[in-house]
C-alpha cells in the first residue's frame, strides 16, 4: 500500500491546539484518532486571530475531544453488552449471528474500535426510516471531509432533537394489528394503571407508532399480548389450557426474534453513536424496556440485568449528547401553560415538538429506566448508575423536571429518598469494613432522609389542598371516581421507603412495633385504592 499523502503545512486543528502534526491526506493522524474535522487550507481560518476567537475556538476543540472521548467509551461499553446479550440468545444454525467477536475468536484491537467514525457506520440502521440529523459542513471545508462531528452543529442544536419522526409505519397482517390494539387499549393500562397521558399529549397514540416503527417493537408487543392470553382465561373452560399452550409457543417465537434482531440495531449504534441516529436509539431504548417488562412478568429470563446495564448506557449516551434540550423533560398538564410561556397566541415550533410521538415516548421510557435503575438497586447492592444524572432528569425536591407522579403514580423524592437509602447502606457497609464506622454518623445521614421524607409527605399535603383548577382540556379527563389519587399512592410509596430505611438501620425485625404500624397503614391504604381492572 502506497504512503498516505502529505502536505507541506500542518492542519490548522493541531496547529490552534499546539499538536505535532503528521501532516497525512485528508485527514491527520491525530484528527482521525479524536475523531476531529480536519481543516487544511492556504488561507488562514477567521478565528485563528490570536485573540478572543481563537481562544473561544480552542475551548470548543477541548469540550469536543472529552465529549468524544465519552462517546468512544460509551460504544465500547454497547459492544460488550452486545456480546453478553449474545451469549443469552439462542441464535440457530440455519440463521447464525454475527454481530460481535465470539468469546473464543481473539477480540479486536481497542485502538481499531477507538478509530470507528460515523461515516464508517452502515448506510441505514433500518430500512424503515430516512431521517438522519441536520448536518453542516465544518470551517468552509469540502463535502468529502467528515462533517458529522462539527463544531458548527453541535453549538446550535436542532429544534427536533429526534428528527422529523415522518417514516412510514408498517404492518405486517391484521392479527398482528388485532395483538397491537389489544395491547394499548387493555394490557398497557393494566401494567401502567397510573400513565394516563393528556390529550394535548395525543394520549397513547405514541404507543401505536412505536409499535409499528420496527419489526422488533411489534414482537414484543405481541409477546407481551399472547403471554396475557396465555395466562388470563378470557373464554373460561377446558380449551383454555390447549389455548395457553399454543400462545406460550408464540411468545417464546415472537421474543427469540425480537432480541436477534436487537442484537443488530445494538451492534449498528455501537459503531455510529446514539447521537448518529437519536430517533433509532430512542426507539431500541424503548424494545429494552419492553423486553425487561416482559422479561420480569413472565420470569423466562435470567439477563434481566444485562438488559438493564444496556438501557443505562444507551440512556447515558442520550445525556451526553450536546444536542438534547433538557425541556424534553418538562411537559406541562394544560396549554395555557405552554402558550404563556412562549406565546399569548399560538406555540413555537419548538414547543410543538416536545408533543411528537418519540418525545411522549422518550419521556416515558426515561422514566421506566431511571426507576428501574433504583428498584433494582436496592436488590443487586449497589449505587444506582444513573445516579449522577437524577437532578438534570428528574430536578430537585422542590422542582421537579420529569413528573414521575404521571408515570408511576408517585412523586419524585420517593425514588430519590430510595436513592439515598441505597447509598447509606453501602457507606454502613463499607465502614464497618474499614473500621470506621460510627454510629452517631449513622443516625445523623438516616435523619436528614427521614426529614426528607417527612417534607415531601407535608408537601403533597399542601399541594392537594391547594389544586389549581382544570386546564381547557380538562372535558377529557376521566370522570372523578375514576381518577387517581396520587397522594395515597405516594404515601404507599413512602411507607414502604420508611420500612426500608429501618431494615438498612437494624435489620429485619419483624417483632417491632414500628414495622409493624407501618406494614398495617399501607394494608390499610392499599385497601382504598381501586383494583386494576379491563375497563
Not at 273 to 298: A, P
Request: glycine share 4%; hydrophobic share 35%.
Amino acid at each position: 500500500m502506497p504512503p498516505a499523502a502529505k502536505t507541506a503545512a500542518s492542519c490548522w486543528i493541531c496547529r490552534i491546539r499546539h499538536k505535532k502534526c503528521d501532516e497525512t491526506l485528508p485527514r491527520c493522524q491525530n484528527c482521525e484518532t479524536l475523531e476531529l474535522s480536519c481543516l487544511y487550507s492556504s488561507e488562514k481560518p477567521a478565528w485563528m486571530d490570536n485573540g478572543d476567537k481563537q481562544r473561544e475556538m480552542a475551548q470548543r476543540l477541548k469540550a469536543q475531544v472529552k465529549r468524544n472521548a465519552k462517546e468512544r467509551r460509551g460504544r465500547r461499553m454497547i459492544q460488550k453488552i452486545t456480546q453478553e446479550i449474545e451469549g443469552h440468545g439462542s441464535a440457530t444454525p440455519e440463521n447464525p449471528l454475527s454481530l460481535s467477536p465470539s468469546r473464543d475468536e481473539p477480540s479486536t484491537n481497542n485502538s481499531t474500535q477507538d478509530s470507528i467514525t460515523v461515516d464508517q457506520r452502515e448506510a441505514q440502521i433500518s430500512d424503515t426510516d430516512t431521517t438522519t440529523p441536520s448536518q453542516t459542513l465544518p470551517f468552509n471545508a469540502s463535502p468529502t471531509t467528515e462533517n458529522s462531528r462539527d463544531t458548527a452543529q453541535r453549538d446550535e442544536p436542532t429544534p427536533a432533537f429526534f428528527g422529523a419522526g415522518s417514516g412510514p409505519l408498517v404492518i405486517q397482517n391484521e392479527q398482528d394489528l388485532r395483538f397491537i390494539t389489544a395491547y394499548t387499549d387493555y394490557i398497557f393500562p393494566l401494567l401502567n394503571p397510573f400513565y394516563r397521558p393528556t390529550f394535548l399529549e395525543g394520549g397513547r397514540s405514541w404507543l401505536l407508532v412505536f409499535a409499528m416503527r420496527h419489526a422488533e417493537s411489534c414482537q414484543l408487543v405481541i409477546s407481551l399480548s399472547t403471554y396475557f392470553l396465555s395466562v388470563v382465561p378470557i373464554f373460561p373452560g377446558p380449551g383454555h389450557s390447549v389455548c395457553s399452550s399454543h400462545t406460550w409457543q408464540e411468545v417464546q417465537c415472537q421474543s427469540d426474534l425480537a432480541v436477534k434482531g436487537m442484537q443488530q440495531r445494538v451492534e449498528a449504534i455501537s459503531r455510529c453513536g446514539v447521537s448518529g441516529n437519536l430517533l433509532q436509539s430512542t426507539h431500541l431504548l424503548g424494545d429494552i424496556m419492553l423486553l425487561l417488562k416482559f422479561e420480569t412478568m413472565t420470569g423466562s429470563s435470567s439477563s434481566w440485568r444485562v438488559h438493564l446495564y444496556a438501557a443505562t448506557v444507551l440512556f447515558e449516551q442520550f445525556l451526553s449528547s450536546p444536542d438534547l434540550d433538557d425541556n424534553v423533560w418538562k411537559i406541562p398538564s394544560d396549554i395555557e401553560e405552554v402558550v404563556s410561556q412562549s406565546s399569548k397566541s399560538a406555540l413555537s415550533t419548538k414547543e410543538a415538538h416536545r408533543f411528537e410521538a418519540s418525545q411522549t415516548a422518550f419521556r416515558f421510557f426515561s422514566a421506566a429506566v431511571i426507576t428501574a435503575d433504583i428498584i433494582s438497586s436496592t436488590a443487586l447492592g449497589q449505587s444506582p448508575r444513573l445516579r449522577e444524572h437524577h437532578e438534570r432528569v428528574l430536578g430537585t425536591r422542590e422542582k421537579a423536571h420529569l413528573s414521575l407522579k404521571y408515570i408511576v403514580g408517585c412523586e419524585n423524592w420517593i425514588f430519590l429518598s430510595i436513592a439515598d437509602i441505597v447509598e447509606l447502606d453501602l457507606w454502613k457497609k463499607k465502614a464497618k469494613k474499614s473500621g470506621a464506622f460510627s454510629l452517631m454518623d449513622l443516625i445523623q445521614r438516616a435523619s436528614r432522609i427521614t426529614q426528607d421524607l417527612d417534607n415531601g409527605l407535608a408537601s403533597s399535603d399542601s399541594d392537594r389542598n391547594a389544586r389549581n383548577k382544570d386546564g381547557i382540556f380538562s372535558m377529557f379527563n376521566p370522570p372523578r371516581d375514576q381518577s387517581i389519587d396520587h397522594e395515597i399512592v405516594t404515601r404507599i410509596w413512602a411507607n414502604a421507603t420508611r420500612l426500608y430505611l429501618l431494615v438498612v438501620l437494624s435489620g429485619w425485625q419483624p417483632g417491632s412495633n414500628e414495622i409493624r404500624e407501618i406494614v398495617s397503614k399501607n394494608l390499610d391504604l392499599l385497601k382504598i385504592l381501586p383494583s386494576a381492572s379491563w375497563d
